[in-house]
């Protein structure tokens, strides 16, 4: 036993905009952190290589170094001084006068190598067994006296990533404290900014399109704007296909109810006529009425065997032969009726790309069409072209004499033309009607604009 289970409810877009939103800022906050730390970490080595470099021009100037006894410290002199902190660090000095040291401030001077050129230097050293490394900055001058001096001025390089930290940490703490208040605000902005949406949701909604109601056009923002003409556009084209299925829907009514009409009277006189011939003849009329409401059937199933979704893909057409084979098989009722069917076609292929099963349908119904609504000794002729601009056509062509509009002079010409229509429309090319050249009178044309491929 297999359980449903009940379809999730659609998400909030503001929703997932605050929450896409909310994690952008993260992603930014954590950058921040990350920029303001090793910013942080760089402006700390070039300030501590400044202060070495301070410290060391004022000592070598300083006079009177040897009068502290450097083998004299007592150990109270190297504990940690209670003024260092991260922004004034503790630095040890090691100085000598000539060959001699001076002055050692933290016992470094055993831990430094035996030689070192002025400048600054990173050095890992070992003090009371603790290795570390060291930022330390040379300087050599001549002392007031005659001989030379020289100080070692260092710091401990563990001070510089405290330091970044604590800059970062000023940085970003401020941004994390607001970052609730701006979630809110986020939160605020982005449902008041789509109300707009909404309230088109909204008018959506209530649209009356049988009545052909539009919104509309001016919209407070372009988005909405270019929305709104797609929605009216669509709303448009379902008007007139509306306003088409309701002409055809008249057509094929006024297309049925002749026949039935008169099958209705010949059946009438076919059982109350007086003679055996005048029945004979309401029965020959009752038939040909029947045939002839079958064909406007039969017209009715291949427009909706066109429309429905088994029509096929799109692919290359061989104009030509789908002419060839159309006229072929209408060569039979040309004959009995008593009229002449000719085609016009050139030798090589002309390709266009479409459905063949429709295009064969929609020419089956002209030739037909042509057929049987014109006199006997008519000339029908289908013609596949190349016109200007590289056009290609399809066209038939009768020199019969026809009075009136075609769709309503005649039985069953409005069904057989509307399915013609829906065909050329659906493979978006025209349906045209003119007189065409001499000696014809009439002729339909289905017309490509594009190039076709010729092959």
Request: glycine share 8%.
């Amino acid at each position: 036993m297999s359980t449903s289970h009940p379809p999730k409810a659609p998400r909030l877009l503001w929703r997932s905009l605050w929450g896409w939103t909310l994690l952008a800022l993260l992603a930014i906050w954590f950058t921040l952190a990350g920029m303001a730390y090793y910013t942080g970490l760089h402006e700390a080595e070039e300030i501590t290589d400044g202060q070495l470099v301070s410290t060391a021009e004022l000592l070598v100037r300083q006079a009177g170094l040897g009068e502290l006894d450097p083998f004299d410290l007592t150990p109270h002199q190297f504990a940690r001084s209670p003024f260092a902190s991260g922004y004034a660090p503790e630095l040890r000095v090691v100085a000598w006068e000539g060959s001699t040291l001076a002055w050692d401030t933290h016992g470094m001077a055993a831990s430094l190598p035996p030689s070192l050129a002025a400048g600054h230097h990173t050095l890992a050293l070992s003090l009371a067994g603790e290795v570390r490394t060291w930022r330390v900055f040379v300087a050599d001058t001549a002392g007031p006296g005659a001989l030379p001096r020289r100080v070692a001025v260092m710091v401990d390089t563990h001070r510089h990533a405290a330091l970044a930290r604590d800059i970062a940490e000023h940085i970003v703490r401020p941004a994390l404290v607001l970052l609730p208040l701006v979630a809110l605000l986020l939160a605020w902005a982005i449902r008041r900014g789509l109300r707009p949406l909404n309230q088109l949701s909204n008018a959506i909604g209530t649209l009356n399109v049988d009545a052909g109601e539009t919104l509309p056009a001016r919209q407070p923002f372009r988005e909405l704007s270019s929305t709104v003409h797609a929605i009216n556009a669509l709303v448009e084209r379902l008007q007139a296909q509306w306003l088409r299925e309701r002409r055809f829907t008249s057509d094929v009514a006024h297309e049925l109810r002749t026949p039935l009409a008169a099958m209705v009277l010949q059946a009438r006189l076919a059982r109350e006529g007086d003679t055996v011939d005048v029945r004979a003849a309401a029965l020959r009329q009752i038939e040909h009425d029947a045939l002839r409401t079958g064909r406007i059937l039969s017209q009715l199933l291949d427009l909706a065997r066109a429309q429905g979704q088994d029509a096929g893909a799109e692919q290359p057409v061989d104009l030509c032969a789908l002419a060839r084979q159309v006229t072929s098989e209408h060569v039979p009722l040309a004959h009995e009726l008593g009229q002449e069917l000719s085609l016009e076609a050139p030798e090589p292929a002309l390709t266009v790309s479409g459905r063949a099963a429709m295009l064969a349908l929609a020419l089956r119904n002209l030739v037909d069409n042509a057929l049987r609504h014109t006199p006997p000794g008519t000339q029908v002729a289908v013609r596949v072209a190349t016109g200007d601009g590289a056009a290609v056509s399809l066209s038939v062509s009768d020199d019969g004499a026809r009075h009136g509009p075609p769709s309503s002079a005649r039985p069953g010409m409005g069904v057989g033309l509307t399915l013609v229509q829906r065909i050329a429309d659906a493979h978006g090319i025209q349906l045209r009607h003119d007189a065409g050249v001499p000696p014809f009178t009439t002729r339909y044309a289905l017309v490509w604009p594009a190039n076709p491929t010729q092959r």
